[in-house]
């Protein structure tokens, strides 16, 4: 009985860790009898949300389309034209990423095959396919089916009598579960090399030596720090001509208007909640709307868009320097403030919009920023609901604030000419992002046109005429006489010098780590560059091999060749000085494609235990296996540290686009490779 329990309990753990495996694709199968000895064969795959999966049909180097092989040797099937495709929810376009046309389906796919059966017979079929969001893709992966299809039969009967035989990742059927177990309490009576094979492949690398590495929940800190960013640009609000004369007149009206001073804070917070709610109800339009995944994608990567918002940016800085208003249409303004007459509460709540509207031409740019910053993460929505109601929190706190503690009003500055500086520092400042915008759009297009150097030579001109307005040297149409430059506009200059005198440091090459990720890649660049890293690639052995020799850690860099994400790390993670110090100092590196299409040598072809019967036959098969059964994980890029005797170093990491959480990891395995040689 003992036995038993603990060859129970293990099975429950191979179903556990069957269980960790992504695959955000499930497949039923249906068959319909259309006539006699003449059959649909029907697939429906159920996409989880933000995935999608790919038509049949896909030209040039992309992801991997969907495909239906059928046995080809079995004589007494005839396949009647090509498999069709469809589903409730299809986008097809150029894509940027790939710069092909891509044909893909979210939600649900269904794929139909039409046949006649000259006997009664099984027919085996396999299928492949690739799932993607927008910053990871799982593939390929295959599943086989087999049907029985006979002659006889009611033409109009609908049946589901299928044998399916699944080589889906979340899917064990019973009679393997049941091997599974007899196999289990076999090896636990047995206490032989039966037990080696059992779980060798889960002890081959063993345990990591040291609890470092591992991923960190990125989305929570993007939620965070849109939030965060929302707040601020809130109170960047606060300080603009628009809106901060308004702070003390409204609390003022709320509090002297009314027959006590409880009334007249109520309403002074009803009127901070309606800020709060206007801004919330800005972004639930963006909710309603269907905007996938890619589309946010595109927003961040597309040249159209991107150079949509660089003009859109250009305009807005010119309108913060004086040279004309942005403002909303008048009529919609006056509509709000005649509402605003109305008593009670909805007379409060249309004040307030009206606020919203009046202050349009200064809070609109920092809206736009925050929502173009929103929609590029992989969690649009969310965000942008997070980041404009903490706009609005921010925009609202002072009216409620002084409400509450009318005495602190009196520390408020007075209104002058301060007021439109602020707008002309946020000038540049919307300049310097429509310079980012437009080079997005240059590195998708590969126009060429904003090399590194032009681009920083860029910033350096708008670091400079910053500094030289602050200073008082230059001026726009709305500038106050300076007589003397305060400690604030000191500070303020000092920091566009840094920002100027940096930005011509990174000029020549040199790195700069504060505005990581912002400056097109070093590649990218006048001066024509060689890759400092060159991984080995698609050869584990030989890179085992040379690791053993020179004595140093191996890192495993599971990717492949359609996978955004990795050539993300290998663009903007890996030059980094540091993590470039360590790649290519301390370890060897060996890059595993898992979509590699290159045929096995047939002596390497076998069947998967923990695909579940699936062929391996090509060498992306091999990989994906690999990491599958001895990391538990199926998608790229995902990054492995082992030693040379194929000792697991650190925990595995995935897609990590902070180059010192990287850093970290790496140190990580050198330092458990160190331990472990003494």
């Given at each position: 009985m003992?036995k038993?329990?603990?060859?129970?309990?293990?099975?429950v753990?191979?179903?556990?860790?069957?269980?960790?495996?992504?695959?955000?694709v499930k497949?039923t199968?249906?068959?319909?009898?259309?006539?006699?000895g003449?059959?649909?064969?029907?697939?429906?795959?159920?996409?989880?949300?933000?995935?999608?999966?790919?038509t049949q049909?896909?030209?040039?180097?992309g992801?991997?389309p969907?495909?239906?092989?059928f046995?080809?040797t079995?004589?007494d099937v005839?396949?009647?034209?090509?498999?069709?495709e469809?589903?409730t929810?299809i986008h097809?376009?150029?894509?940027?990423v790939?710069?092909i046309d891509?044909?893909?389906?979210?939600?649900d796919m269904?794929?139909?095959?039409?046949?006649?059966?000259l006997k009664?017979t099984?027919l085996k079929v396999?299928?492949?396919?690739?799932?993607?969001?927008?910053?990871r893709?799982?593939?390929?992966?295959?599943?086989?089916?087999?049907?029985?299809?006979?002659?006889?039969?009611?033409?109009?009967?609908?049946?589901?009598?299928?044998?399916?035989?699944?080589?889906?990742l979340?899917?064990?059927?019973?009679?393997?579960?049941d091997s599974?177990?007899?196999a289990?309490?076999?090896t636990?009576?047995?206490?032989?090399?039966?037990?080696?094979?059992?779980?060798?492949s889960?002890?081959?690398?063993?345990?990591?030596?040291?609890?470092c590495?591992?991923?960190?929940?990125?989305?929570?800190k993007?939620?965070f720090?849109?939030i965060?960013?929302?707040?601020?640009?809130?109170?960047v609000?606060l300080?603009t001509?628009?809106?901060?004369?308004?702070?003390?007149?409204?609390?003022?009206?709320?509090?002297k208007?009314?027959?006590?001073?409880?009334?007249?804070?109520?309403?002074?917070f009803?009127?901070?909640?309606?800020?709060?709610?206007?801004?919330?109800l800005?972004?639930?339009?963006?909710l309603?709307?269907?905007i996938s995944?890619?589309t946010?994608?595109?927003?961040?990567?597309?040249?159209p868009l991107?150079?949509?918002?660089?003009?859109?940016f250009?305009?807005?800085?010119?309108?913060?320097?004086g040279?004309?208003?942005?403002?909303?249409?008048?009529?919609?303004?006056?509509?709000?403030?005649?509402?605003?007459?109305?008593?009670g509460m909805?007379?409060?709540?249309?004040?307030?919009?009206?606020?919203?509207?009046?202050?349009?031409?200064?809070?609109?740019?920092?809206?736009?920023?925050?929502?173009?910053g929103?929609?590029?993460?992989s969690?649009?929505?969310?965000?942008?609901?997070?980041?404009?109601?903490?706009?609005g929190?921010?925009?609202a706190?002072p009216?409620?604030l002084?409400?509450l503690?009318?005495n602190?009003?009196?520390?408020?500055?007075?209104s002058g000419?301060?007021?439109?500086?602020?707008?002309?520092?946020?000038?540049?400042?919307?300049?310097?992002?429509?310079?980012?915008?437009?080079?997005?759009?240059d590195?998708?297009?590969?126009?060429g046109?904003?090399?590194?150097?032009?681009?920083?030579g860029?910033?350096f001109?708008?670091?400079?005429?910053?500094?030289v307005?602050l200073?008082?040297?230059?001026?726009?149409?709305?500038?106050s006489?300076?007589?003397?430059?305060?400690?604030?506009r000191i500070?303020?200059?000092?920091?566009?010098?840094?920002?100027?005198?940096y930005?011509?440091?990174?000029?020549?090459?040199?790195?700069?780590?504060?505005f990581?990720?912002f400056?097109?890649?070093?590649?990218?660049?006048l001066?024509?560059?060689e890759?400092?890293?060159?991984?080995i690639?698609?050869d584990?052995?030989?890179?085992?091999?040379?690791?053993k020799?020179?004595n140093?850690?191996?890192?495993?860099?599971f990717?492949g060749w359609?996978?955004?994400?990795?050539?993300?790390?290998?663009e903007?993670v890996?030059p980094?000085?540091?993590?470039l110090?360590r790649?290519?100092?301390k370890?060897?590196?060996?890059?595993?494609?898992?979509?590699?299409k290159k045929?096995l040598?047939e002596s390497?072809?076998h069947?998967?235990?923990i695909?579940?019967?699936?062929?391996?036959?090509?060498?992306?098969?091999?990989?994906?296996e690999m990491?599958?059964?001895?990391?538990g994980?199926?998608t790229?890029?995902?990054?492995v540290l082992?030693?040379?005797n194929?000792?697991?170093l650190?925990?595995?990491?995935?897609y990590t686009?902070?180059?010192?959480?990287?850093?970290?990891?790496?140190d990580?395995?050198?330092?458990?490779?160190?331990?472990l040689?003494?």
């Amino acid at each position: 009985m003992k036995k038993f329990f603990i060859s129970f309990f293990a099975i429950v753990l191979i179903q556990f860790s069957f269980g960790q495996m992504l695959n955000p694709v499930k497949w039923t199968t249906k068959i319909e009898q259309t006539g006699k000895g003449e059959y649909k064969l029907i697939f429906s795959a159920k996409v989880e949300k933000n995935w999608h999966i790919y038509t049949q049909t896909i030209v040039g180097d992309g992801p991997i389309p969907t495909s239906l092989t059928f046995d080809k040797t079995n004589k007494d099937v005839q396949l009647i034209g090509k498999p069709t495709e469809n589903g409730t929810k299809i986008h097809s376009g150029h894509d940027p990423v790939f710069d092909i046309d891509l044909k893909y389906f979210e939600n649900d796919m269904v794929l139909e095959q039409k046949l006649k059966v000259l006997k009664n017979t099984k027919l085996k079929v396999a299928m492949e396919y690739m799932s993607c969001d927008d910053s990871r893709c799982v593939g390929p992966l295959s599943e086989d089916f087999e049907f029985d299809l006979t002659l006889s039969g009611d033409p109009q009967k609908k049946t589901d009598t299928a044998k399916i035989k699944s080589q889906g990742l979340n899917n064990i059927d019973q009679q393997k579960f049941d091997s599974a177990v007899q196999a289990a309490i076999q090896t636990e009576i047995n206490k032989d090399s039966s037990q080696q094979a059992v779980v060798s492949s889960e002890n081959r690398f063993g345990k990591p030596l040291q609890d470092c590495g591992g991923n960190t929940e990125t989305e929570d800190k993007s939620l965070f720090a849109i939030i965060i960013l929302g707040f601020i640009g809130g109170l960047v609000a606060l300080v603009t001509p628009c809106v901060f004369p308004m702070i003390p007149l409204t609390v003022s009206f709320f509090t002297k208007r009314s027959e006590s001073k409880t009334k007249g804070k109520f309403e002074a917070f009803f009127y901070a909640f309606s800020i709060v709610f206007i801004y919330f109800l800005l972004a639930v339009p963006f909710l309603i709307f269907d905007i996938s995944p890619d589309t946010l994608n595109e927003i961040s990567t597309g040249a159209p868009l991107n150079v949509f918002f660089f003009l859109i940016f250009v305009i807005f800085a010119f309108s913060f320097f004086g040279y004309y208003e942005i403002e909303l249409p008048s009529f919609i303004a006056n509509k709000a403030d005649s509402a605003s007459n109305v008593g009670g509460m909805v007379g409060i709540f249309f004040m307030a919009l009206t606020l919203a509207i009046v202050s349009f031409s200064c809070t609109g740019p920092i809206i736009g920023s925050l929502l173009v910053g929103a929609l590029s993460s992989s969690s649009g929505k969310l965000n942008l609901v997070a980041g404009m109601t903490s706009f609005g929190f921010a925009l609202a706190l002072p009216f409620g604030l002084f409400a509450l503690f009318p005495n602190m009003m009196k520390s408020l500055p007075k209104s002058g000419g301060w007021l439109n500086s602020v707008k002309v520092v946020l000038g540049f400042v919307e300049l310097i992002f429509a310079i980012k915008f437009l080079s997005n759009a240059d590195l998708v297009a590969h126009w060429g046109i904003l090399k590194r150097e032009v681009f920083l030579g860029l910033w350096f001109l708008c670091g400079a005429g910053l500094f030289v307005y602050l200073i008082g040297k230059l001026k726009f149409p709305h500038d106050s006489p300076l007589q003397k430059l305060s400690s604030l506009r000191i500070s303020a200059a000092a920091l566009a010098l840094f920002f100027t005198v940096y930005t011509a440091y990174g000029i020549p090459g040199n790195d700069l780590h504060f505005f990581s990720g912002f400056p097109p890649p070093k590649f990218y660049s006048l001066l024509k560059t060689e890759s400092a890293i060159e991984p080995i690639k698609n050869d584990y052995e030989g890179a085992l091999a040379q690791a053993k020799a020179e004595n140093k850690p191996l890192m495993i860099d599971f990717t492949g060749w359609a996978c955004v994400n990795c050539r993300k790390m290998e663009e903007n993670v890996w030059p980094d000085v540091e993590v470039l110090k360590r790649l290519s100092e301390k370890y060897v590196i060996v890059s595993l494609y898992v979509d590699d299409k290159k045929e096995l040598p047939e002596s390497e072809k076998h069947i998967s235990e923990i695909f579940q019967g699936k062929k391996i036959k090509t060498l992306g098969n091999k990989f994906s296996e690999m990491q599958a059964k001895y990391f538990g994980a199926n998608t790229q890029p995902y990054y492995v540290l082992i030693s040379p005797n194929e000792q697991l170093l650190a925990n595995p990491r995935g897609y990590t686009p902070d180059a010192k959480e990287y850093t970290a990891f790496l140190d990580c395995g050198v330092n458990a490779l160190d331990a472990l040689k003494k």
